[in-house]
């Protein structure tokens, strides 16, 4: 069976041949993608829906048919703030209602191409109820775990997509260590967090964006709870600045919730071990990550591209919601700590800026 260009960033052992697992068979180490991903404009097929126009950087056999809803090809949408123009791109109009999609159809296609018919899956919110969305489509069956806080139509999607949902109590933590547990008995965890086959799907957002613009963004303002959007997305850029030639990249802007802001306190310290950061409560649920897997590669791309982290108060978040709602755009909290950032930070940002809206309005409450 295909075995793609991943190996143990521990070890260094290669990504096995059979099943799925989230970490290394020999050493129990993460599993990444081994240098650039491969992008080759020539193999790109319009004829594809969405993000499986650029399959060929997924890894997948060229005859396996595509998991797909429709996912990728989100807009780019032009307005003014803060006396910049700025584009905004839509990630929330997925199908699922979030950014999430890009990695669990090309998540659901690896499961599904290696013979995977049950999977457990912990989350959040978004990412759970876009497992359980591609899994449908896909004929997999899933086991979602998500804290007891979580929002209520985010529960509700997970449900009425058919998967068993699992309620936590504690922490986001506490959900991690409870699904983990069932997948050390054997059962396969489709993870957003460990497995690195959705940072793939993360780069299509990257490859979007500069055939909508018809160049590299000078600066992207992202927000990080794991940080998998902005590794997947920077990678898709980098990928592009290869096959093109390009010297410049874009200046990644990583976002958190003051309350729980791991990702910043790192790159604050430049990437040097930290003290255990709180995992305190914060509207933005989607971000609320207390041990993000990827922070160090997160940071080392924050700083390579020569981009920050930056935090948001509790009481930034719901204004900048409401402002964005004015602007025609409804998001939930997670998101919408793009705008006290973008506030803060918008007179130091290089053109074109490109802030990316994650997750529906619909979602919260």
């Not at 020539?42 to 004829?47: A, G």
């Not at 989350?123 to 109820?129: C, D, I, K, L, R």
Request: hydrophobic residues 40%.
């Amino acid at each position: 069976m295909t075995n793609p260009d991943v190996f143990c960033t521990n070890c260094g052992s290669a990504y096995p041949p059979e099943g799925v697992p989230y970490r290394c068979t020999i050493c129990g180490g993460l599993y990444d993608y081994c240098g650039v991903f491969h992008f080759d404009p020539e193999q790109v097929d319009r004829s594809q829906p969405g993000i499986w126009r650029y399959r060929h950087t997924f890894g997948l056999p060229t005859d396996f048919e595509p998991i797909s809803l429709g996912e990728g090809n989100t807009p780019l949408i032009w307005g003014k703030a803060f006396g910049r123009r700025v584009a905004f791109k839509c990630e929330y109009l997925n199908p699922s209602g979030s950014f999430k999609d890009r990695g669990s159809a090309v998540i659901s296609a690896w499961e599904k191409y290696r013979g995977e018919t049950e999977v457990v899956e912990d989350s959040s919110g978004n990412a759970g109820a876009s497992l359980a969305a591609y899994a449908a489509r896909s004929g997999i069956k899933a086991r979602i775990f998500v804290p007891e806080s979580a929002s209520g139509p985010k529960r509700r999607q997970i449900e009425a997509f058919g998967a068993e949902l699992v309620l936590i109590p504690g922490s986001r933590s506490d959900v991690t260590d409870s699904v983990r547990k069932v997948a050390e008995a054997g059962s396969a965890y489709a993870s957003h967090t460990y497995l690195p086959f959705n940072l793939p799907g993360y780069a299509t957002s990257a490859y979007e964006i500069v055939e909508q613009l018809g160049q590299m963004p000078g600066a992207v303002l992202v927000p990080v709870g794991q940080g998998g959007l902005l590794l997947g997305m920077t990678r898709g850029f980098d990928a592009l600045r290869i096959i093109n030639g390009w010297v410049d990249r874009p200046m990644m802007i990583g976002i958190q919730a003051r309350t729980c802001s791991p990702l910043w306190a790192s790159f604050e310290a430049r990437g040097k071990p930290q003290e255990s950061i709180d995992e305190n409560y914060t509207l933005a649920e989607g971000v609320r990550v207390r041990h993000p897997v990827r922070m160090d590669a997160v940071v080392a791309a924050v700083m390579a591209s020569d981009g920050t982290i930056c935090v948001v108060e509790e009481n930034e978040i719901l204004p900048g919601r409401d402002v964005l709602a004015g602007l025609g755009f409804y998001v939930e909290p997670t998101s919408a700590i793009v705008w006290a950032a973008l506030a803060r930070m918008v007179d130091k940002l290089p053109d074109p800026i490109v802030v990316i809206l994650t997750g529906s309005g619909l979602k919260y409450g």
